[in-house]
């Protein structure tokens, strides 16, 4: 059942150094907030999986919370390369980056997969590609028709955070719109946080919506524009001029450090 | 009316659309050729974006491929899973837009690695949803510069297969397939063949009729820029 | 693209002797006009397919429309038993039945996997039961865990059926309330018959509602009422006396005949 | 207060239920009990109805696991698809209750066919969701009317097995595995062991102490009757 807490003491009670976590997010509702309480709190040695990893993921893969990336594209959507991403990548700074690349269908399975509590993601992908050589994946034959399928591990979070725009006071959450992956994130991780725009009396039924269960979600925080520079529908928009920003923000490794001294690790926690 | 080499991908690429096609489209320049085609030729051609909004109809260009506007003006929106499981993969789309950081002869991509995947030289975004899109779709439509860098012999990375690949629209000019290989069909208005052969890091081939690709017109290009002008900031 | 099209002329088009045909609805949105349809037009030697066939199944077989049945559980909700069925089963009245038996996790898991084009549904289930020496099911290997799972061939009905409570002018269709494997049951088949309660010029979003794009379906049917005795959320309830009463009706092989003389055959086609 | 031995039964059913469960219900008995604990002692009590309802808070008991009361007063619904792979297959489902034709002594159920499969004598509706609600959740409940004919040493069909089965309660008593076999260890109110013995098809184990369960009281008869009164006609 859900505990009504702090975004920092649900990260504090939570997530632990050396733990697997997903911050999911399409584009819409990433749990910004959260990602930096993670920087805040110094975790580190994360295994950090998101199908898109963009901004927030940049930010604490530059802050060195990172051992491992599990995703599909990594970029700044709209605007380009994710310059701490890629210098981690490129020149282990500030600390060496484990890769596990996969494609958006491989993950979206084997969230799937996690969600259900299935060892593996049932698919067609991946074939003749360069992926197979550098990446987890196997076969299975179908008993039925004798054809090859591939097979992705399921993934199991240790830690799912999201965020969504309501919580009710028994902790039930609702999210709306563009809802990704989001639902097979808090089912397929041991633990989840789900940070909120609002806690509200009673969740009014809306057209699109997901919601999930008090008993599915371990800890539910209020955090108003947690999902900022990302948007939140029917909330606030998206900052696009930030996201262009960083490209240049993050592109120098001082740059970067004194924006985040002075941006989250300065901030006060929510 | 004067327009740019990337208006002639744009206008180049929408054309190939049809009001009968559903078309999966990632953000950048597929996105302004499909948006393209349904402001003009292709209103009833279907946008569905990876985020999982079916049938979406933007106002304006979305900036990413999660814009609030695409689920609010889809017909339908499903989570991501889905998306792939049930759509992608279950053969509904016919169209798939891909860019990507290089392509071979065979019409295969690379968006992963510029340089060796362990300690690469660039890391690029990756593949996403290109590696199924190029094996699901009927009909695989690529969209990048022309360059010698792009367009090399031998790629870095194979991230997704170009045996559904129909047809490369670039700024300078048109390839498709012939027996397998990418085969220059079509340069745009003021362009030379030798022009695109000086871009392309393998021999190219040249059909016998390189047509000469049909400037913009007015419509089109009024259409176009409207649609740019209202990017969102 | 959706053909707006009466009901007779839907299945007149596209339903065919031996056909594999499912006809969804878990309770709710049954869509029993579409199936006394079937009835009307003399279809033959079908495979019926339902995770939970009740009365408007037991009509079909009783009128010796199957051939075979595909099913996970073959009752009359909140009643007892079906008697056309078990007729059919027990005694091969009025010609023999073939079944195919899952349980609803296989069903469910085989149209999820037809809806996807796969050829199999992974689950863990039928294990250590009786019907797996009686039905089509396989095992898989996951090739990272070495667990064994169950592996249900695929569901593909060469026509998917069912009701919905909405669609607008180019048949897009909206549904909602229980929505069941709806969804799976269109996607699934090859072709695809909607009925609906009514058409209107647009859809509203709804809480809840499953929307299919008129591109997946082949033909929309205006049919008030079609869901009869079963309920239609927001439009009519369940006919629950009607349940109850066809315990009688259905018990005796004359009064069926008469019965479906009268209220089936003898009634115009919608 | 007088009571049948149809309430007894739904009374002890529904005492096995607390607030932190999470429920897995049928229709007929199980309903009856699980949405009686909701009215006494176990308002928070998560009731989970297959057709995708998840947290339904019927006012009046269903007659169906479709009724669209249970759409409208629950926290969420799901896709049937959904429903067994994410929710029960996935374990988040902590009680299941099941219903059967037959009975064994180690708690494996039939609900296929009484006779031979192939040409039964009679054919039952068959296992539902049966089969895999009685190996994902942690504690299946039986509810059973206890007959020689119900209670059999050998099945005529495995449709569920019996190892998650924490408890049978029937008309009579209340059976528990012990070293996997059902033994009484409670009958109700005017019930002699014998009693349960004579209605039971194999010879049947009994506790050392076997308890009198304690009547209904007149707040869980109140709610029964009135749960019962409102079934819809």
Chains 1, 3 share one sequence.
């Not at chain 1, 020149?91 to 996690?114: I, K, N, R, V």
């Not at chain 1, 039924?205 to 919601?211: D, F, I, L, M, Y």
């Not at chain 2, 208006?7 to 659309?17: H, P, Q």
């Not at chain 2, 789309?93 to 860019?99: A, M, R």
Request: net charge negative.
């Amino acid at each position: 059942m859900a505990d009504i807490v702090t975004l920092a003491d649900a990260v504090r009670e939570l997530v632990h150094d050396g733990d697997t976590v997903a911050l999911e997010g399409f584009t819409h509702l990433i749990p910004n907030a959260a990602g930096h309480e993670l920087i805040r709190q110094g975790l580190n040695d994360l295994t950090l999986v998101r199908m898109t990893p963009d901004v927030v993921y940049d930010q604490l893969i530059g802050m060195g919370a990172a051992r491992k990336l599990v995703f599909s594209w990594g970029g700044n959507p709209g605007v380009g390369s994710l310059h701490r991403f890629r210098d981690a990548v490129e020149h282990d700074w500030p600390a060496p980056l484990a890769l596990e690349e996969h494609s958006h269908a491989g993950m979206a399975a084997a969230y799937a997969a996690g969600a259900a509590d299935l060892p593996f993601g049932l698919l067609r992908g991946y074939e003749g590609t360069d992926l197979v050589a550098h990446t987890r994946v196997g076969t299975v034959t179908c008993p039925f028709t004798g054809e090859e399928l591939t097979a992705v591990p399921a993934l199991r979070p240790d830690v799912g955070i999201i965020h969504a725009q309501q919580a009710d006071r028994k902790g039930n959450v609702q999210l709306w719109g563009i809802t990704g992956v989001q639902k097979e994130t808090v089912l397929a991780s041991s633990r989840s946080i789900v940070s909120v725009e609002e806690i509200v009396d009673e969740l009014e039924p809306r057209p699109g919506a997901v919601v999930l269960p008090a008993w599915v979600i371990d800890a539910v925080a209020e955090v108003p524009g947690g999902a900022r520079p990302s948007y939140a529908h029917g909330y606030y928009e998206r900052d696009n001029e930030f996201y262009a920003a960083w490209d240049s923000i993050s592109r120098d490794r001082d740059t970067f450090a004194s924006w985040m001294r002075e941006h989250v690790l300065g901030a006060v926690a929510a | 009316m004067t327009f740019t080499a990337d208006e002639m991908m744009a206008v180049a690429a929408a054309r190939r659309l049809t009001n009968d096609n559903v078309c999966f489209v990632g953000i950048g320049l597929p996105s302004v050729a499909a948006n393209l085609a349904r402001r003009t030729h292709a209103p009833r051609c279907v946008l569905v974006y990876e985020s999982g909004t079916i049938g979406a109809k933007p106002g304006k260009l979305p900036l990413s491929i999660g814009d609030g506007e695409l689920a609010e003006t889809a017909d339908a929106v499903v989570s991501v899973p889905e998306m792939f499981a049930y759509w992608l993969q279950a053969g509904r789309i016919d169209v798939g837009f891909l860019g990507a950081a290089q392509i071979d002869p065979n019409g295969n991509l690379n968006s992963t690695v510029i340089g060796d995947y362990a300690r690469p030289k660039v890391r690029l975004p990756g593949g996403g949803g290109a590696p199924e899109i190029a094996t699901s779709v009927a009909d695989v439509f690529v969209m990048l510069r022309q360059t010698p860098r792009a367009f090399v012999e031998r790629l870095d990375f194979k991230t997704s297969r170009g045996d559904r690949v129909r047809v490369v629209v670039t700024d300078l000019g048109i390839l498709e397939p012939r027996d397998g290989e990418l085969t220059l069909v079509g340069v745009h208005p003021g362009v030379a063949v030798d022009d695109v052969r000086a871009a392309t890091g393998w021999k190219l081939a040249v059909a016998d009729d390189v047509d000469v690709t049909a400037p913009p017109t007015g419509v089109e290009l009024a259409a176009l820029r409207s649609l740019e002008s209202i990017v969102r900031e």
